[in-house]
């Protein structure tokens, strides 16, 4: 069996970026890794040497299909979903050890699949932007914060993900929630609370000298008026604190 270190060196610049990719995405379509890292071609070869990348990074063991999904997901080989194996994870850092445990790809859950490509469509759909450089993109749990509400209750805030990027020398921090239209407004209204309670602590602040804006990312225009409205309602000094947008219009919104 090939060892880690020598996997690593044996895999090209692509090979690397798609396992990177991969590293902090945790599930990408091939579509996804179509649209970040093979674009230098006709439409058709692009597809063709797209499948033919990820089937040999699932042949030497760093890459697991976790499956196609069905409904609102594209079904076919451009459907089918990719995530980072043990391995991958190991070699991505090798020599170094990994810095972080490998992480379960819930592969009996597809409700959490859509949660976790909708996040993905977010990551594929920033790394796009041409004016803007993404500098961190940190998906759950390493995202989450725990902190202490008054009484001495600990707590955790668990954002979808923590993105931060750069336009120019201007640098922006956003906790992100992506919303698939499934959950309750009450369940909105109480993240939302969430949010402002840790921000009271001051604890971001102190590490990051800002607290970041929280993105919604709604699925349709009605929705974003009812998350809006839920917004509007809280605190009027801390509404500006949220903003609420599609992901088509995720340029303007950010």
Known sequence: ??????????????????????????????????RLHVTDGSPLSNVQRTQALLRRLHQLGLVQ?????????????????????????????????????????????????LHLLAVSDLYVALREQAAVDVLEFQPEPRCWRTFTLAGELRTQLRPDALVRLAKGHRTNRWFVEVDRGTEGLGVIRRKCQRYLSYEHTGLEQVEHHAFPQVLWLVPSQQRAAQVKQVVDQLQPQMAPVFVVSRLQDISDAL
């Open 65 to 113: 299909r976790v499956a196609r999904l069905h409904g609102d997901r594209q079904v076919g080989s451009r459907g089918t979903v990719y995530g980072l194996s043990h391995l991958g994870l190991a070699v991505l850092f090798a020599p170094a050890a990994p810095p972080r445990p490998a992480r379960r790809l819930w592969a009996r859950r597809p409700f959490f699949h």
């Open 1 to 34: 069996m090939i060892d880690s270190p020598t996997l690593h060196v044996s895999l090209n610049a692509r090979d690397r970026a798609v396992l990177t990719s991969l590293e902090q995405a945790r599930l990408l379509t091939m579509a996804h890794v179509q």
